[in-house]
C-alpha cells in the first residue's frame, strides 16, 4: 500500500517570505496526486493535482504553485507568502478502487 | 458537476447514544461517495465507501452509510458513540470517470461524558 512522506508538520512564515511543502510517495508508481488545503471552517479545498511528471492542473487562481519534478515527488510553493495562505496543507495520492490516501498534513502559519 | 452538502458544522452527543451526522450529494451521474474522518493534527483515513454495490455500506469503527439515492443522501451512522470517535468527519463526491472528489465542509462530533 502507498505511504506518503509530508513534511514540514508544522512552519510559521512572515508574510512575504517564500514557501516549499514537499510531498512522496511510496508504494506506488505513475499516482495521481493532489494537494489540498484545510482552512478554518472552510472544509477541504482542491489546489493542485497531478496525472503525471511535469503535469500539474489548478483548480483556484492564488498565490501558490506546483511542481512534479519526479513520479512520486509533488511540491507546493509560493514566492511571496501571504496571511491568507495560512491553513493546514494536505497532500493525497489516489489508491485502489477511487480512495485517497492522505499525508499527515503540514500547518502553515503566516504571520 | 459534483457537490457535497453537510448539514451541521457541529454535531454534539453523549457517550452511548446515536450518531448520525448528514451528506447530501449532487451528481449528475451515478456517484461515488465516501466518509473520512480526521483526528486532530493529522490527515484524513477512510470510514468508508459506497461505489455502487450494496447501498448499506459498513465501514471501520463500527460506522456505517446508505445510500438513498431518491434522496440524494449519503447519511453517515453509528449506534453507540465512544469519546473516541470525537473528530471531524468530511463527506466527498466522485463521479464521471474523474476520480477527483470534491469534499464537504466537514462535520465536527463532539462526544460528552
Known amino acids: 500500500s502507498q505511504t506518503i512522506h509530508q513534511w514540514p508538520a508544522t512552519l510559521v512564515q512572515p508574510v512575504g517570505s517564500p514557501l516549499s511543502l514537499e510531498c512522496t510517495v511510496e508504494?506506488?508508481?505513475?499516482?495521481?496526486l493532489y494537494w489540498y488545503r484545510q482552512a478554518a471552517g472552510r472544509g477541504l479545498q482542491l489546489l493542485f493535482y497531478?496525472?503525471?511528471?511535469?503535469?500539474i492542473s489548478s483548480e483556484v487562481p492564488q498565490n501558490l504553485s506546483a511542481s512534479r519534478p519526479q513520479d512520486r515527488q509533488f511540491i507546493l510553493s509560493s514566492k511571496k507568502l501571504l496571511l491568507s495562505d495560512s491553513g493546514f496543507y494536505l497532500c493525497?495520492?489516489?489508491?485502489?478502487?477511487?480512495?485517497?490516501?492522505f499525508g499527515s498534513g503540514t500547518q502553515l502559519s503566516v504571520l | 458537476a459534483q457537490s457535497v452538502t453537510q448539514l451541521g458544522s457541529h454535531v454534539s452527543v453523549s457517550e452511548g447514544a446515536l450518531v448520525l451526522l448528514r451528506c447530501n450529494y449532487s451528481?449528475?451521474?451515478?456517484?461515488?461517495l465516501f466518509w473520512y474522518v480526521q483526528y486532530p493534527n493529522q490527515g484524513l483515513q477512510l470510514l468508508l465507501k459506497?461505489?455502487?454495490?450494496?447501498?448499506l455500506v459498513k465501514g471501520i469503527n463500527g460506522f456505517e452509510a446508505e445510500f438513498k439515492k431518491s434522496e440524494t443522501s449519503f447519511h453517515l451512522t453509528k449506534p453507540s458513540a465512544h469519546m473516541s470517535d470525537a473528530a471531524e468527519y468530511f463527506c466527498?463526491?466522485?463521479?464521471?470517470?474523474?476520480?477527483?472528489?470534491?469534499f464537504g465542509r466537514g462535520t465536527s462530533l463532539i462526544v460528552h461524558p
Open positions: 497531478s496525472v503525471g511528471i511535469g503535469q
Open positions: 508504494g506506488t508508481s505513475n499516482p495521481n
Open positions: 466527498a463526491v466522485s463521479s464521471g470517470g474523474s476520480y477527483i472528489p470534491t
Open positions: 459506497y461505489t455502487s454495490a450494496a447501498t
Open positions: 493525497a495520492v489516489d489508491g485502489n478502487n477511487e480512495k485517497l490516501f
Open positions: 451528481s449528475s451521474v451515478p456517484p461515488y
